[in-house]
């Protein structure tokens, strides 16, 4: 089973900032099936990147994907008060699906 | 417009069974390469994935709970179902379903709500 290990747990920036995020798989995970979610306080997730780098319908470009083998990020070019959240990393392979345990992102 | 809503028990005593429905709407359990999952997060914790069911009524589990649990659907009630036998405190969580997309990138596009299951005498 492939573990996702998130950095940092905690990441704490003022509005206008570049986020960067960090997904690390230990093994090797297919580009096509690594996901990122955006997840507010109370909420379901939401899908913000599929693919490594394609941007879900509706999801601004500040927010961008790359990466691949066992190192992927996700970016939020331009933080916005809107975009506190805990954000998730998720791959699938071999019919499993397995998340990281999240990054928390707060604006100062 | 795709919805799915998630309903169940709110408490179950340790070691009985959690039995819980997931209600699709937008969307039939049938279309290829459509599938849904279980997907849950105690309380602060990180998102655990839990089991699958494919169009074609494959199942996948998670390799550390596959022993307790069972997934089904009913395409004509647009349901799918998820068994959890012998529960504990430790499986107090929010529970997910959310559809995997057609594009099939094994992604999850669409979630419900969730809802809180507490294990407790």
């Known amino acids: 089973e492939i573990v996702l290990t998130q950095s940092p747990g905690t990441l704490s920036l003022s509005p206008g900032e570049r986020a960067t995020l960090s997904c690390r798989a230990s093994?090797?995970?297919?580009?096509?099936?690594l996901a990122w979610y955006q997840q507010k306080l109370g909420q379901a997730p939401r899908l913000l990147i599929y693919?490594?780098?394609s941007r879900a319908t509706g999801i601004p470009d500040r927010f961008s994907g790359s990466g691949s083998g066992t190192d992927f990020t996700l970016t939020i070019s331009r933080l916005e008060p809107e975009d506190s959240a805990v954000y998730h990393c998720?791959?699938?392979?071999?019919?499993?699906?397995?998340f990281g345990q999240g990054t928390n992102v707060e604006i100062k | 417009q795709v919805t799915l809503k998630e309903s169940g028990p709110v408490l179950v005593k340790p070691t009985e069974t959690l039995t819980l429905t997931c209600t699709v709407s937008?969307?039939?359990?049938?279309?290829?390469?459509?599938?849904v999952s279980w997907i849950r997060q105690p309380p602060g914790k990180a998102l655990e994935w839990l089991a699958h069911?494919?169009?074609?009524?494959?199942?996948s589990y998670s390799t550390s709970l596959k022993s307790r649990l069972t997934i089904s659907k009913d395409t004509s009630k647009s349901q799918v179902v998820l068994n959890l036998t012998n529960m504990d405190p430790v499986d107090t969580a929010t529970y997910y379903c959310?559809?995997?997309?057609?594009?099939?990138?094994?992604?999850?596009?669409?979630w419900g709500q969730g809802t809180l299951v507490t294990v407790s005498s």
């Open positions: 937008g969307f039939s359990l049938s279309n290829a390469r459509m599938g």
């Open positions: 693919g490594a780098s």
């Open positions: 069911i494919f169009s074609n009524d494959e199942k």
């Open positions: 093994q090797s995970v297919s580009s096509s099936f």
């Open positions: 959310a559809r995997t997309t057609a594009a099939g990138s094994f992604d999850f596009d669409y």
């Open positions: 998720q791959q699938y392979g071999s019919s499993l699906w397995t």
